[in-house]
Nanobody, 114 residues
Framework: QVQLVESGGGLVQPGGSLTLTCEGY????????IGWYRQAPGKERELVAM??????NSRSSQAGRFTISRDNAKKTVYLQMNNLKPEDTGVYYC?????????WGQGTQVTVSS
């Protein structure tokens, strides 16, 4: 059974930075595309970045501000978020893309506020 654990969220001022970490357990994590998703208050969960298993050709809906990377040896995917805006507030989750392969975890809360 695959388990995903997100961490690294917190309260940050506009313009600040955070790095989120997704730790996975199981071979399926290493062999699959991983996505970071965000669920803002009152909204549906949306994809913000994804990275293929080899680490190349990653994509982000926040190009220039969010960068996704992975370390397969550590079974970890990172989301570096810079120049954060209040609209980036939400709970951030990681899972497979385009299809989730694990139960959704608790996520990590990101709050951008002055």
């Amino acid at each position: 059974q695959v388990q995903l654990v997100e961490s690294g969220g917190g309260l940050v001022q506009p313009g600040g930075s955070l790095t989120l970490t997704c730790e996975g357990y199981g071979r399926i994590f290493t062999n699959n595309v991983i996505g970071w998703y965000r669920q803002a208050p009152g909204k549906e969960r949306e994809l913000v970045a994804m990275i293929p298993s080899a680490g190349s050709n990653s994509r982000s809906s926040q190009a220039g501000r969010f960068t996704i990377s992975r370390d397969n040896a550590k079974k970890t995917v990172y989301l570096q978020m810079n120049n954060l805006k209040p609209e980036d507030t939400g709970v951030y989750y990681c899972n497979g893309y385009p299809r989730a392969f694990a139960s959704w975890g608790q996520g990590t809360q990101v709050t951008v506020s002055s």
